[in-house]
């Protein structure tokens, strides 16, 4: 944490250390300077370095400044292996990239997120599905359709999560047609009686989004035997669309959007290890997921083609930094990932 007050001094010799070092590596090379020069440039180069350390020493909050300490054992190894110049180099550089990294983080999040959608398209009649919409892309994805006016399912896992962000929505959007119903894409029961359910109170489905998802799990399976990931990700969804599928039909123009991950170019459908059980790795199993969630939305597009629509697969390049991941997430990502508008 940097101090209230810096002494102008300390700040005024990192910023002479710096023009030296350029000079040293610029036209004239140390070594090309005579030597009264070089002895001059050697020691206001130790002088600067001692004091780029008392001023790193004040900023870490360290008391005095130790070889036996972290930083003097740093020190040490650069006086030994570099010119004082390039010494001054390194400091400044250890000393300004945490403030480089915290001033560009604002660009590099622009450049690496997905955009506000722009369309003003009105949903209003229109009825939708959000698998997994109690957190992260699916709230926001439901929360942006209620703000359209449609009338849109929570379909959740955790009813009583799914309740408070339902009245969370309702609320923001003044739409009050945001329903929760229970849904565990780890039980093909439970994923029979929600779209048993829904198709006894609703005559139209207009868009389902399948985003609901688990990631980097230890090894499990579902109610069914199935490894975590593909059964949630892949096989829940899989089910619950050709369950909703004849619906989605006679409620032409309708879509289906299966939200997938860049990951997906890392995957590989292993038929002799379905289930995870010859060999395991939770990263590999989630990419094998996504690939699988790929290769339906490419099937499903080409036997429905013309009958519904449109059907979309989402591609995130964006890490996926939603609750599946931010749990995992290290300060570095959360510094860079935190505000990405899912919509």
């Not at 292996?81 to 550089?93: A, C, D, K, N, T």
């Not at 080409?302 to 997430?329: H, T």
């Amino acid at each position: 944490m940097i101090p209230k007050a810096l002494d102008p001094r300390e700040c005024g010799i990192c910023c002479v250390s710096g023009a030296w070092f350029s000079f040293s590596r610029g036209l004239a090379t140390a070594r090309s300077l005579p030597g009264s020069s070089r002895r001059a440039l050697d020691y206001i180069s130790h002088t600067a370095l001692l004091q780029a350390a008392v001023l790193y020493y004040g900023v870490s909050g360290r008391k005095s400044p130790s070889r036996s300490a972290p930083l003097g054992r740093l020190a040490l190894l650069l006086q030994l292996y570099l010119s004082p110049g390039e010494m001054i180099g390194v400091l400044l550089l250890l000393f300004f990239l945490p403030l480089l990294l915290y001033i560009a983080a604002p660009q590099i999040r622009k450049m690496l997120s997905s955009g506000v959608c722009t369309s003003t398209v009105q949903l209003l009649g229109k009825v939708a599905v959000v698998t997994g919409a109690n957190t992260g892309i699916g709230k926001e994805t439901a929360k942006e359709l209620a703000q359209r006016g449609a009338r849109v399912y929570l379909a959740c896992r955790d009813v009583q999560k799914g309740e408070l962000v339902a009245r969370e929505i309702q609320t923001v959007t003044g739409n009050q047609e945001v329903l929760v119903k229970k849904l565990d894409l780890a039980d093909t029961k439970s994923i029979r009686a929600f779209a048993k359910g829904f198709l006894a109170e609703e005559k139209h489905l207009h868009i389902l989004i399948n985003n609901a998802g688990v990631m980097m799990c230890p090894y499990s399976k579902t109610a069914d035997g199935f490894e975590m990931h593909m059964g949630v990700n892949h096989l829940g969804h899989f089910l619950l669309t050709l369950l909703l599928l004849e619906k989605l039909k006679e409620s032409a123009p309708s879509r289906i959007v299966n939200v997938s991950s860049f990951a997906h170019h890392l995957g590989r459908i292993h038929f002799h290890n379905l289930q995870g059980e010859k060999f395991y790795s939770a990263g590999l199993a989630y990419c094998h997921s996504k690939l699988a969630n790929i290769l339906f939305t490419r099937e499903l597009a080409r036997r429905l083609k013309g009958r519904l629509g449109r059907n979309e697969y989402g591609d995130m390049s964006q890490w996926e930094v939603a609750e599946i991941y931010r749990s995992r997430a290290s300060p570095l990502d959360r510094t860079f990932f935190h505000d990405y508008n899912w919509v």
